[in-house]
């Protein structure tokens, strides 16, 4: 057998035993790994290194794969999707960092780090000529702990006094995050602070407002609130409340090594850090795709009947399902999509969502329906391309051990858990990925789906109607087009990160660099918000540019593939050209970037009249329009909303 | 018993130091074993307690990777923890 035949029989074994993995199985996963390694079988040693981070790894086995990973790091190659990470706190970061760099790299993300000196987060950050600095980073994790907490009251002291000191808090750690983002331009993860597990007052620890606990509560609550777009805010005492305060905790290593948790805990630690870096670059997932029988119901529809199936208070297993069905709806609240993939026939299927009384997912949660007999990874696809969006931003949740083999085989960019056979389980197998870590919320999530419902209505309409200009015409489409505003922010960066198909550059600006763009007048910065009959679609397109010389060079066009084909890019257009000529420029210097997502653009500036410019490097392409002394009229079914 | 304890032991210190062929000898000190630094110390510890079942006290901690500690004086330490 190949080396690469038996690696992939030890990795599901060893995803097979699940948390209680033995010794051995782990033994023989690492000589599987050593001998892809010696055959030169880099790229199935990178595939199954993925598919095998999981947060629940334990610290051996984590530490162990994190080698495997950092041996692979010159082996395979460079992934377009890169980080620069600088690490610095009040913990060894040693263990930490490959860690990170670990679940990174299982999500696709090429990270170079800087690990800061011991404690001396503060001098880096202040220093301008600090080694942090030198290593110019994109992101900086302040991996702190209360004990770097400067203001601490006494017991005694007053509720005023205490208020007073939660400011001082507050204000020392906002002017470091404003030095770091000046000098450096990054974003910025925060830790927030873990209440300990021991408490000198008791029961009563929570009532007086002078103790540690109420003290670090009032510190976490006053971050939460008052933190700024370029900061994200890590809930590490969310983590040690998941594991329990005591276990979150182990002294010996404390003051054995600094780490800054048990080392238990670590690798879950690592992962959810590596899950916001990961969301910054755009790579959380977007869709949660179900399967019916025995993940949203127990027992078989087709075979049971609607009466027979288990869901709901009858039973407890019904209870555990209609529990699963509240969690994945609580998804699709805040702006995750959700779909069906079911071998069913599609009546049945849909008569249980129009007829049980014990559902709790309805026809309109489900953005995308496909109950037929074809296999899984066919429709899959099928949910993707009607969503538009890419089959990598799929998780594909299904009780069948065989089905998830076969998706995992054909479509291995689809996350694909392994599911527990207790449906009480669930909830737990798919919260623990951190799948769809968010960064923001904003209107266009909490409206996600409606969106996508309206577009079926569209879809309809165009189909009724005869040529497609009568019904762009008919669409009566509204437009408000304007600089980037503080309540646009949040939306912006993350359409800029979530945009693959229609970006020209894929440059992944964040919230710590529009925010330098917008106190710098030679750039400009536009979103468009888009209305029509069929209902309000929200921000659906960003654009950055700067003007340099005599051009105005576009470094960001970005938009929502919801709005395909409905004129906007002409309606931006004209309004950049009207932009352009205000500001006495000659020329509109488009750029495309290619990769692997956006062939949908490749031709965007030439269809929009530019000419390309010779002497591009590489597969990029840069074009130009020439700017006259008349308003351009390219055709448009947008009519522009001016009072905002 | 000692010598269970031993290939169990062996079997951590081959994982840790990602070394398969890796043979332990009672008479090894850390200055032995390539990559026996104060950081892999720590998962050497961690790993063990795992494996073994046993907790280390701080002290011992600290103790085992004092000079003149020995693979023999662990398997001491690990054998008394076991037997108790």
Partial sequence: MSPTKDLADLTERFLSVGHAQSPQVFAALMKGFQATMSAGCYADTAFFLRRIALPTLDYTSAQALSRVRSRLRSKIPASPQTARLAVIGSSTTTQLVPLIDFFLFAAGVDADFYEGGYGLFRQEILDPASELYQFAPKVIFLATGWRDLANRPALADARLDIVRLITAEQADWSSLWQVARERSGCQIIQNNFVLPACRALANHERRQAGSLSSYISSINESLAQAVPPFVTIHDVEHLATCWGRWKWDDPRFVHQAKLPCAPECLPDYAHSVASIVAAQLGLAKKCLVLDLDNTLWGGVVGDDGLGGIRLGQTDPEGEAYRAFQHYAKSLRHRGVLLAVCSKNNEETAREVFEKHSEMVLRLEDIACFKANWEDKATNLCRIAQELNIGTNSLVFVDDSPAERALVRKLLPEVAVPELPTDVADYIQALDRHRYFQTLSVETEDLRRTEYYRAEVSRRDAQTSASDIEGFLASLNMVAQIGPIMPDTLNRSVQLIQRSNQFNLTTRRRTAAELLAFLEDESWITRTVSLSDRFGDNGIISVILARAREDALEIDTWVMSCRVLKRTVEQFVLNHLYGLARQRGLKRIRGEFIPTAKNKLVRDHYANLGFAPVAGAQGERTLWDLTVADDSLQTTTYIREETNA | ?84
């Fill in chain 2, 1 to 84: 018993m000692r010598d269970t304890i031993r290939r169990e032991i062996e079997e951590v210190f081959r994982n840790v130091f990602g070394d398969q062929e890796l043979v332990l000898q009672e008479s090894m000190t850390a200055a032995d074993v390539d990559g026996w630094d104060s950081l892999a110390h720590i998962n050497l510890i961690i790993a063990l307690e795992k494996r073994l079942g046993v907790r280390f006290a701080t002290a011992e901690i600290s103790r085992l990777k004092e000079d003149g500690q020995t693979v023999g004086s662990l398997l001491d330490l690990v054998e008394q923890k076991k037997r108790a």
